[in-house]
């Protein structure tokens, strides 16, 4: 991956590929990266709040669009809600069964 060959002299570093970047990112950053192989603790990803986001853009995606802001914040409610109830280890259909039933606090024990 060698530098791209500059034809006019210009002040300054020389402009780097996006590949390149990413490869010299990966090499300052190796122990980092690479944490997860010694320490097990460590999840391979760590893109929890990208996996939060990514379902509502697949609604936007489905749906087109939210009808409205309300509609929008109580989706955006209930999804987090279950996300919370999944990372403590318990079924969706458990929280909202219990939620439903007054005993919203089921996913903070």
Do not use: W
């Amino acid at each position: 991956n060698p530098l791209p060959e500059v034809t006019t002299k210009k002040r300054g570093r020389k402009k780097k590929t996006k590949v390149l970047n990413l490869i010299d990112r990966l090499v300052n950053y190796k122990a980092s990266v690479c944490l997860f192989i010694k320490n097990l603790c460590v999840p391979f990803d760590n893109n929890l709040a990208e996996r939060d986001l990514r379902m509502i853009k697949v609604k936007t995606k489905v749906s087109g669009c939210f009808r409205s802001e309300e509609g929008a914040q109580e989706y955006l409610t209930i999804m987090s809600y279950i996300g919370t109830a999944h990372k403590h280890g318990i079924n969706a259909f458990t929280a909202i069964r219990e939620a439903l039933l007054g005993n919203s606090d089921i996913i903070f024990n």
